[in-house]
């Protein structure tokens, strides 16, 4: 099993709890460790105020990943200020086979 952490990105000035927003970011934690999988139109999704800032949480999130992998996952099923906030925490198959029917269109960020 594979415990999936899915994080929606909400234009500010959207109320915290909104059900508006996309999801663009996926943690998935299985017992191989902690891997990033991103919305394959990402940069679409954000809005230009947004990208610089979206962008550099996904560079800090890469490094975290291989650092301190635990400490982020608590951190991104925790989000609630901003406009990227945690949308769901669940456990998923972690087979291979069903991570890429969820996650197959997705990429991991570079």
């Avoid at 059900?19 to 990033?36: H, K, M, N, T």
Wanted: proline share 8%; aromatic share 10%.
């Amino acid at each position: 099993m594979a415990q999936v952490c899915a994080l929606k990105y909400l234009p500010l000035p959207a109320m915290p709890g909104s059900p508006e927003g996309a999801a663009i970011l996926f943690a998935v934690r299985d017992p191989e460790g902690l891997r990033l999988f991103a919305h394959p139109y990402l940069k679409q999704l954000i809005s230009e105020a947004d990208w610089q800032y979206i962008e550099e949480l996904l560079e800090d999130f890469e490094n975290r990943c291989q650092e301190t992998p635990e400490d982020l996952f608590r951190q991104l099923s925790r989000l609630s200020v901003g406009p990227l906030l945690t949308d769901s925490v669940e456990w998923r198959d972690a087979s291979e086979e069903a991570l890429a029917e969820v996650f197959g269109l997705c990429v991991q960020p570079a």
